[in-house]
């Protein structure tokens, strides 16, 4: 059974950073690409990256903001199935539940859709 545990989150004042973290189990990482996708309050689930879990390649969603390229960036620990998510120079638009999320296949990009989302971690930033 595919297991996704966030992590990292909490109360941080603008202009701070954090790393949320996703470690997986109960799947082989090298058949699944795992992203990262936030839920702002009151809004819908926007997707930020994703990771290929075979070669670790990065992609980025091209509907991104551009208040918010430059300052996330993804990577992956393959041997510990686990990926992270840096966000510098937070900002109070980016509060919000982030969720980790795995889908099975290797894609050119990222997924469309995720098959298995982990519980979320909450980022809230105060100005």
């Known amino acids: 059974e595919v297991h996704l545990v966030e992590s990292g989150g909490g109360l941080v004042q603008a202009g701070g950073s954090l790393r949320l973290s996703c470690v997986g189990s109960?799947?082989?990482?090298?058949?699944?690409?795992i992203g990262w996708v936030r839920q702002a309050p009151g809004k819908g689930r926007e997707a930020i990256s994703c990771?290929?879990?075979?070669?670790?390649?990065?992609?980025?969603?091209?509907s991104l903001k551009a208040s918010m390229k430059d300052r996330f960036t993804i990577s992956s620990d393959r041997a510990k199935s686990t990926v992270f998510l840096d966000i510098n120079n937070l900002k109070p638009e980016d509060t919000g539940v982030y969720y980790c999320?795995?889908?099975?296949?290797?894609?050119?990009?990222?997924?469309?859709?995720?098959?298995?989302w982990g519980q979320g971690t909450q980022v809230t930033v105060s100005s």
């Open positions: 990771v290929n879990g075979r070669d670790g390649k990065t992609f980025y969603e091209e």
């Open positions: 999320a795995a889908a099975k296949g290797i894609y050119f990009g990222c997924p469309y859709a995720y098959n298995f």
């Open positions: 109960g799947f082989k990482i090298d058949d699944y690409a």
